[in-house]
């Protein structure tokens, strides 16, 4: 069953994918100011939009394993971050690329910006520290502190944009009351979110599988030393 | 091709190789893990 779940997701998630590129490359203008460099913005969203949703949702699963001691909340709270990361990591290149062009350095060392370099290290010390830990909860206990407080941080770096000056765009989404963009050039924005949203799904399915074998591994080891 | 186009594919090419490279890693640490739960079964098989 799960293994046609991920099929269909892939399917569906391709497709959209396709048309979505074949919209943003053939159908949309260059930007009056920026020109080609502008779609960028079609990637660097979408998986920023993931990374921050992600890293929420992965406190929420911390806080689910703190408040049950349930080892199945830590392990979905792992892979959902793991691969949040991933997008962040997306949304911190693609964003570095683009400033090359309009800003003429690859790297400014504003509100934004810096704020979620500092989220992306604390998730990228998230995951050195599950390796770090062998007894399972001791490490969810240590992850799920990491998380909350990486979690705080993200929320700051989403809000930045309103809250200080900063080098970075202010929002131009309109669930942000941006608008400082067409219509139908926000549009495949959210079907690009839609799409990675379903990649992203497919990634956390397959981690968490890993993690039940993980788990599973240890469960024999101890059976063998007990033997 | 001018300069900004250019960085516009650079950018896209980032972004893809980013998700392919997570793509490698998680595959090869699933035969990883197979691996290790075969040699751990047949060790408590023994």
């Known amino acids: ?227 | 091709m001018n300069r900004n186009v250019q960085y516009m594919l650079l950018g896209l090419g980032a972004a893809w190789l980013i998700m392919f490279i997570y793509v490698v890693l998680i595959t090869l640490r699933e035969r990883k893990l197979r691996k290790e739960l075969d040699r751990v079964r047949r060790m408590v098989e023994k």
């Open chain 1, 1 to 227: 069953m799960r293994e046609k779940i991920i099929i269909g997701l892939a399917v569906f998630a391709g497709a959209l994918l396709a048309w979505n590129m074949n919209t943003i490359f053939t159908q949309l203008p260059d930007e009056l100011n920026q020109g080609a460099i502008y779609r960028i913005i079609y990637f660097h969203v979408p998986a920023n939009i993931l990374g921050m949703t992600g890293f929420g949702l992965g406190m929420l699963l911390s806080i689910g394993y703190l408040v049950t001691k349930d080892l199945r909340y830590d392990a979905l709270a792992a892979s959902v971050t793991e691969v949040s990361l991933v997008f962040a990591s997306i949304g911190l290149a693609t964003g570095s690329i683009w400033a090359r062009i309009i800003w003429g350095v690859w790297w400014a060392w504003d509100y934004r910006l810096t704020s979620w370099l500092v989220c992306w290290l604390i998730f990228g010390g998230y995951l050195m520290l599950r390796r770090a830990i062998d007894e399972p909860n001791q490490r969810a206990r240590f992850a799920a502190v990491v998380s909350i407080l990486g979690s705080v941080n993200a929320y700051i770096s989403y809000k930045s944009i309103e809250w200080w000056t900063t080098q970075h765009p202010q929002p131009v989404l309109s669930i942000r009351n941006g608008g400082g963009m067409a219509a139908g050039m926000e549009a495949p924005i959210w079907w690009n979110v839609l799409a990675l949203a379903c990649f992203s799904a497919i990634l956390v399915m397959v981690r968490m599988r890993q993690e039940a074998v993980a788990n599973e591994i240890d469960t024999l080891r101890r059976m063998a030393h007990a033997q």
